[in-house]
Every structure is written in structure tokens, then in C-alpha cells.
């Protein structure tokens, strides 16, 4: 079995002003990525409303707005809609120079850690 994983060095850092909510700057990057940052910060709202339990993704949407992405400080803006004791509904988007070029919703189950 071939490992597909990324390798870490071309996953930029995050840089959170607050859970969920952050910059990154990257050279150019793959929609791929661009969506790999975006389920990065909703994980990271997740994880902070989780407390001591987990937050297991169960649901991602993602809607690119067809923006072409050349390179920059993207920012990553994410929210709670609602939230109810087992799930957290939560949306998010990353900009690039105030244009939008990728919106997301997420579903993420808070868990009893096993």
C-alpha cells in the first residue's frame, strides 16, 4: 500500500487568533489544500468547544467560488452555528485579499474520548 499522505512540510503553519479563526501564507497552493486549511481550522473550533471529549468529523461541504488563488496570506474565518450535547454544526471560509475562495459547513460529533 502506497502512503498518499502529504508530506508536513508543504502544510503550512496556521496562525490562530482564536480557535478556528487564523492566517496562513503560502506561496500557491492546489484547491486540495486550500481545502485542507479551511477543515483544519473547523477542527481546530471543534476541538476547542469539545473540551475533555473528542470531535470526530462526521460531515464537510465544501463550495469553491472559482476565485483563482496566486499565492498570499490566506484567512481562515470559522463559526458554530449550533450546537447540541453530541454534535457541533459549524461553517467557515478562506479569503485571500478579501475575496472569498472557498467556502465550508461541517458537522463534527463531541465524543467521550476512548
Known amino acids: 500500500m502506497t502512503d498518499t499522505a502529504a508530506p508536513a512540510s508543504i502544510f503550512p503553519a496556521i496562525n490562530y487568533a482564536s480557535p478556528g479563526n487564523g492566517t496562513a501564507t503560502l506561496p500557491d497552493a492546489s484547491d486540495e489544500l ?59 471560509s478562506l479569503s485571500c485579499g478579501g475575496k472569498v475562495l472557498l467556502k465550508a459547513t461541517a458537522i463534527f460529533r463531541l465524543a467521550d474520548k476512548a
Open 34 to 92: 486550500l481545502a485542507a486549511l479551511i477543515i483544519q481550522g473547523l477542527r481546530s473550533l471543534a476541538e476547542s468547544i469539545a473540551g475533555d471529549r473528542a470531535a470526530h468529523t462526521v460531515s464537510v461541504s465544501l463550495d469553491m467560488t472559482g476565485t483563482a488563488f496566486q499565492g498570499g496570506e490566506v484567512a481562515i474565518q470559522t463559526e458554530v452555528d449550533r450546537q447540541t450535547r453530541t454534535l457541533a454544526f459549524m461553517n467557515g
